[in-house]
Nanobody, 119 residues
């Protein structure tokens, strides 16, 4: 069993910055992909940024150039640095991980953290 623990959400002013963290814990697993999705009010869940084993990163067009995903391999943690945030970045942000364990792939989600961009 793997757990994803998120931190770093909250209220931020437009143009400001914040950093989200997501740590994976458990035994006997390796991470294939790990990253962030978000669920804006009244809209479906969408990809924000994803890190794939091999240091491949992918971003939504709406955040490319403003958000940066990074990974600390030793800590099984990914970070999302969000700069120049906009009100439309307001959403519940969910950490996601595709895990390899016991020769199978598993999808895990964090509990979600609220990010509100408002003055």
């Amino acid at each position: 069993q793997v757990q994803l623990v998120e931190s770093g959400g909250g209220l931020v002013q437009p143009g400001g910055s914040l950093r989200l963290s997501c740590a994976a814990s458990g035994n006997g697993f390796s991470i294939i992909r790990m990253g962030w999705y978000r669920h804006p009010p009244g809209n479906p869940r969408e990809l924000v940024a994803l890190w794939t084993n091999g240091d491949i990163t992918d971003y939504a067009d709406s955040v490319r150039g403003r958000f940066t995903i990074s990974r600390d391999n030793a800590k099984n943690t990914v970070y999302l640095q969000a700069n120049s945030v906009k009100p439309e970045d307001t959403a519940v942000y969910y950490c996601y991980a595709e895990i390899l364990s016991m020769s199978r792939k598993w999808d895990y989600w964090g509990q979600g953290t609220q990010v509100t961009v408002s003055s």
